[in-house]
Nanobody
C-alpha cells in the first residue's frame, strides 16, 4: 500500500515562500501522477498543482500560476511544491496524492482519479 508523507508546511508572512515535499517511503513514484490539493477552513478540497509521472506535463489552478512550481525527482522518489509570493488566501491544509497511471505525459487534476493520499501539512500565511 502506497503511503505518502508531506512535509514543509508552516507559518509564513505574506509574500514569503515555502517548499512542500511529498515522499513515499519504500515505493518508487515513477508510475504515479502526483497532485497537490488543498482544503481551506469551510471550503472544499481543490487541486492546486499536478505533475505527470514523466514530469513533462503539469497542471496549475489559475490562482497559483506564476507563483507555485511543481517538480519531481524520481531518482529520489520525491515531489516538491515550491510556493512563492504566498498570500493569506493560500492558507489551507495541503495534501499530496497519487494516481497510479503508469508512465505517461497525461496529467489529471480530478480528485477522484487519485487513489492514495497523505495526511496533509498545514500552511498558514499571516502577518
Amino acid at each position: 500500500q502506497l503511503h505518502l508523507v508531506e512535509s514543509g508546511g508552516g507559518l509564513v508572512q505574506p509574500g514569503g515562500s515555502l517548499r512542500l515535499s511529498c515522499a513515499a517511503p519504500g515505493f518508487a513514484l515513477d508510475y504515479y501522477t502526483i497532485g497537490w490539493f488543498r482544503q481551506a477552513p469551510g471550503k472544499g478540497r481543490e487541486a492546486v498543482s499536478c505533475i505527470s509521472s514523466t514530469g513533462r506535463s503539469t497542471y496549475y489552478t489559475d490562482s497559483v500560476k506564476g507563483r507555485f512550481t511543481i517538480s519531481r525527482d524520481n531518482a529520489k522518489n520525491m515531489v516538491y511544491l515550491q510556493m512563492d509570493s504566498l498570500k493569506p488566501e493560500d492558507t489551507a491544509v495541503y495534501y499530496c496524492a497519487a494516481d497510479e497511471r503508469g508512465s505517461t505525459d497525461y496529467v489529471s487534476h480530478v480528485e477522484t482519479d487519485f487513489n492514495y493520499w497523505g495526511m496533509g501539512t498545514q500552511v498558514t500565511v499571516s502577518s
